[in-house]
Nanobody
Framework: QVQLVESGGGLVQPGGSLTLSCTPS??????????MRWYRQAPGKQRDLVAS???????NYADSVKGRFTISRANALNTVYLQMNNLKPTDTAVYYC????????WGQGTQVTVSA
């Protein structure tokens, strides 16, 4: 069974940076043909799309993170990243990795907390 594993979350001060990573574990699953996305869910709120990257490396971002977050993929490393700069308290959430092509897969999430 495919499992996506996120890492890189943590506690950071406002204005700081974090880089999240997502990679499949324990399988022969390759991300090359998959659309990869990052979602986030704050307490008591719905899960929202943050950023996506296609197999052809086309990217899209939520308006709230444009200019601050960058999604990228390294197919050779079978990993997708989310570089987050100038973090704000409103970015506090659990961040989830998602892959979709013929099937879809979710990660378990990683907590990002932005607080002084």
């Amino acid at each position: 069974q495919v499992q996506l594993v996120e890492s890189g979350g943590g506690l950071v001060q406002p204005g700081g940076s974090l880089t999240l990573s997502c990679t499949p574990s324990g399988s022969v699953f390759r991300i090359d043909d998959y659309v990869m996305r990052w979602y986030r869910q704050a307490p008591g709120k719905q899960r929202d799309l943050v950023a996506s990257i296609t197999a052809g490396f086309t990217t899209n971002y939520a308006d709230s993170v444009k200019g601050r977050f960058t999604i990228s993929r390294a197919n050779a490393l079978n990993t997708v990243y989310l570089q987050m700069n100038n973090l704000k308290p409103t970015d506090t959430a659990v961040y989830y990795c998602y892959a979709v092509y013929f099937a879809e897969y979710w990660g378990q999430g990683t907590q990002v907390t932005v607080s002084a």
